[in-house]
């Protein structure tokens, strides 16, 4: 049992060794010349606009539920003109960066998990390597850089959509006009709440195209290592959002507030 | 095919690739004990042993995707072990490897493979030039018609004649063929070996080929050499190693 314990300790440690060697390799090969811009523009597209509709639903209905969890306990302290104040700080501050990076999380991570690693498997990528091309520019950079980009404007499109969505659920039980709504939530939202958030998914889409590319190119051969790199991308980035949103609750406390 | 195999240009005495005593293990496994390999330019060479023999591993070597644990594996007179990243990124140029699936780039199209190490390796810009290249090689493997399929649409074999083509197009000195007909069919075997000496002869390229395939081997090697147990235990053409009195090397034969 000891000795099990050692090597699952040793194994960990030998990972993190070389996570921070693929992490060395991506920023040496994003500082050096021949960046791959169309790569980068089709997983742009890949990443942002076909996650577009799953987090735009996720964010909708997630702002129609809040609202409608919400309001019955305020309305108990005659409090439900603070609703869009509420909805706004919660959604923009923490339920709509971490809701969305999750969601990413498991679409794109896994999928970028899954894609390298069949490429692996099928020697793909031994090949891009072999010829004399580089496959830590043409794969890595592109899908790390498009997820860093990607996931930040996901999300503020997200947040958007999830306050329309409260606004509706608003209207559901009393009226509240569209600009006396949005009045409330700008009222609410200062620059506090949108700097930490908007940085730490930044953090949030560096780690989902981090852990993905990571765990696909780094994959063993075989088809099961396939499904394996994808789950474990899942699993990973979801693990790491929630530490960086730990780490940057903690920071903005200490410079914001 | 005789023919095909006179016409090519006489074999110097320049040693492209030399292994000497390359010994190589993963872990407690040891799969090269103590390999001993010469490829003069011009020559093909195949390599035949069963599977799990080091075969692959060998000429994973020569490329620098392994790293030899003792002894030397020079490539154009150079120690591949001891180059740097831009130094074997510059070898990797001057040698082909065509991979026993095909390694086709799933996501792009036949003309996109193509073009690949145009633009990355050569960094051909022009779409003119990229074109006329890209023509050029289709035509030779005899597939111009499939220039816009996805690799999903294409049969083995003519996967194989794509990755052939794509390993072609930067226009190799060394070829290193992985199983070139694993897979296939007994006549686009054939096909894929006859295509082999075309293309030798097309870009006069020196050639390690790992096989199996005797019809392949027939038709391919100049030299044979037989991998077993992490070494190299029997040497000739194709017909001094048919009556080889060693029983695992006739083995192959029949």
């Known amino acids: 049992m000891a000795e099990q314990e050692v090597s699952g300790w040793k194994k960990w440690v030998e990972e993190s060794g070389e996570q921070v060697n693929f992490l060395g390799a991506f920023f040496r090969n994003v500082f050096t010349g021949g960046f791959e811009w169309n790569e980068f523009v089709r997983q742009c597209y890949q990443i942002g606009y076909r996650s577009f509709t799953l ?22 302290f005659g409090a439900n003109s603070m609703l869009p104040l509420m909805v706004s700080v919660s959604i923009i501050r923490e339920i709509g960066p971490v809701i969305t990076a999750l969601i990413c999380a498991g679409k794109i991570s896994s999928g970028i998990g899954a894609e390298l690693g069949s490429m692996k498997v099928t020697e793909q990528i031994d090949a891009m390597e072999v010829s004399g091309a580089n496959p830590m520019q043409y794969l890595v950079v592109t899908r790390i850089l498009a997820t860093t980009l990607m996931i930040p404007l996901l999300t503020l499109l997200g947040d958007a959509i999830g306050l329309f969505g409260s606004f509706l659920a608003v209207n559901i039980s009393d009226h509240m006009s569209w600009m006396l709504y949005f009045n409330k939530c700008l009222k609410a939202i200062s620059f506090s709440d949108l700097l930490p958030a908007f940085t730490k998914t930044i953090f949030f889409g ?44 903690q920071l903005s406390q200490i410079l914001f507030y | 095919m005789e023919r095909i195999k006179k016409e090519i240009e006489p074999k110097s005495n320049e040693i492209v690739v030399d292994m000497e005593d390359v010994r190589l293990g993963f872990g407690e496994k040891i799969v090269l004990k103590r390999v001993n390999l010469k490829l003069k330019r011009g020559e093909n060479l195949v390599i035949l042993g069963r599977s799990g023999q080091g075969k692959s591993v ?57 073009e690949f190490p145009l633009t990355r390796v050569l960094r051909m810009r022009e779409q ?29 074999g003519m996967r194989k004649r794509v990755g052939l083509a794509r390993t072609l197009i930067v226009k190799p000195e060394i070829m290193l063929y992985d199983e070139p007909t694993t897979g296939l069919d007994p006549i686009t075997s054939r096909e894929i070996s006859e295509l082999i000496m075309q293309m030798q002869k097309k870009y006069k390229t020196s050639s390690i080929i790992i096989t199996h395939d005797m019809e392949c081997a027939r038709i391919t090697a100049d030299r044979i050499l037989v991998l077993d147990n992490g070494e190299f235990i029997a040497e000739g053409s194709y017909k001094e190693l048919e009556s080889s009195d060693k029983k695992i090397v006739r083995s192959f034969f029949k």
Do not use: H
């Open chain 1, 55 to 76: 987090v735009g639903i996720t964010s909708f209905i997630m702002g129609v539920v809040l609202t409608l969890q919400s309001r019955p306990t305020l309305v108990k």
């Open chain 1, 206 to 249: 560096f780690a989902i195209g981090f852990i993905g590319c990571y765990k696909g190119f780094n994959s063993n051969k075989g088809t099961e290592s396939v499904g394996i790199a994808a789950n474990s991308a899942v699993v990973n980035a979801s693990l790491w959002i929630f530490f960086l949103d730990v780490v940057a609750v």
């Open chain 2, 58 to 114: 060998a000429i994973k070597c020569i490329v620098g995707m392994l790293t030899q644990d003792e002894g030397s594996v020079k490539v154009f007179g150079d120690e591949v072990s001891e180059k740097n990243e831009t130094e074997l990124k510059e070898l990797r140029t001057r040698i082909g490897f065509l991979f026993q699936s095909g390694a086709l780039y799933d996501s792009m199209s036949v003309r996109e493979n193509l």
């Open chain 2, 128 to 156: 003119d030039e990229l074109d006329k290249n890209v023509d050029e090689v289709l035509e030779a493997v005899g597939l111009k018609d499939a220039i816009d399929k996805m690799p999903s649409d294409l049969s083995g």
